[in-house]
């Protein structure tokens, strides 16, 4: 199955810098990758997603970006504030021998951006 | 839209007893997938359905869990008996069709085995 790896687990930034954060996965088969973002005891929630016909995707101060032949991709986020402090997760679709599309998730990021 | 709706947002109970998870997906979405989060081990697939139909079950990781998906706006998570080692939280997810579309989760159930 699919296998998607998330790095780094831990990211610390000051305030109005960029943060990067990287996942590779392994089934070269796999078309769509979202990123969720999980606030402390809250739910993960979709804040951008790309499709494999595109290399690039943005959206205000989030994009990600996908490499297919080096089976990675990226989210950036610029100009950090404090309320994008959360924890990040990236995923990778796995298709199922029966029906439909599965995520399979990495093992998430802990962003903290310090004022 | 009231979103995917799980109850209860906490349980606690005691080693053995039976734990029954609940969940109303987003009307209209066929897909509804079932994950479990832990600070050791993130968020694992514990099992999906599609149209109703229990799809992949591979994650479930013992006999003491089931699931069921009797229509298309229920679905239940029940772990019988209950262990320590099952604290964790549970959340539910929907999705539209079988396409690459967004997957909305509910709140999650924070459930303490003690």
């Known amino acids: 199955g699919e296998n998607v790896e998330q790095h780094p687990s831990t990211l610390s930034v000051q305030e109005g810098d960029s943060a990067v954060i990287k996942c590779t996965y392994s089934?070269?088969?796999?078309?769509?990758f979202p990123w969720y973002k999980q606030e402390l005891g809250k739910r993960p929630q979709l804040i951008i997603d790309?499709?494999?016909?595109?290399g690039e995707k943005k959206d205000q101060r989030i994009a990600v970006t996908l490499n297919k032949t080096a089976k990675h991709f990226s989210l950036h986020i610029t100009e950090t504030q404090p309320e994008d402090s959360a924890v990040y997760f990236c995923?990778?679709?796995?298709?199922?021998?029966?029906?439909?599309?599965?995520?399979?998730f990495g093992g998430g990021t802990r962003l903290m951006v310090k004022p | 839209d009231a979103g995917v709706i799980q109850s209860p947002r906490h349980e606690v109970t005691e080693m053995g007893q039976e734990v029954t998870l609940r969940c109303k997906p987003i009307?209209?979405?066929?897909?509804l997938f079932w994950y479990r989060q832990t600070m050791m081990r993130g968020l694992e697939l514990l099992i999906y359905?599609?149209?109703?139909?229990?799809?992949?079950d591979s994650g479930m990781p013992e006999d003491r869990f089931s699931a069921k998906m009797p229509n298309a706006s229920f679905s239940t998570l029940k772990i019988q008996p209950s262990e320590p080692r099952d604290s964790a939280v549970y959340f539910c997810?929907?999705?539209?069709?079988?396409?690459?579309?967004?997957?909305?989760f509910g709140n999650g159930t924070r459930l303490t085995v003690t």
């Open positions: 089934d070269s088969a796999s078309n769509y």
């Open positions: 359905f599609n149209n109703n139909v229990p799809i992949d």
């Open positions: 997810a929907s999705r539209a069709g079988q396409s690459n579309s967004p997957l909305h």
């Open positions: 995923a990778a679709s796995t298709q199922s021998p029966n029906a439909g599309n599965m995520l399979t």
């Open positions: 009307s209209g979405h066929n897909s």
């Open positions: 790309i499709r494999s016909n595109v």
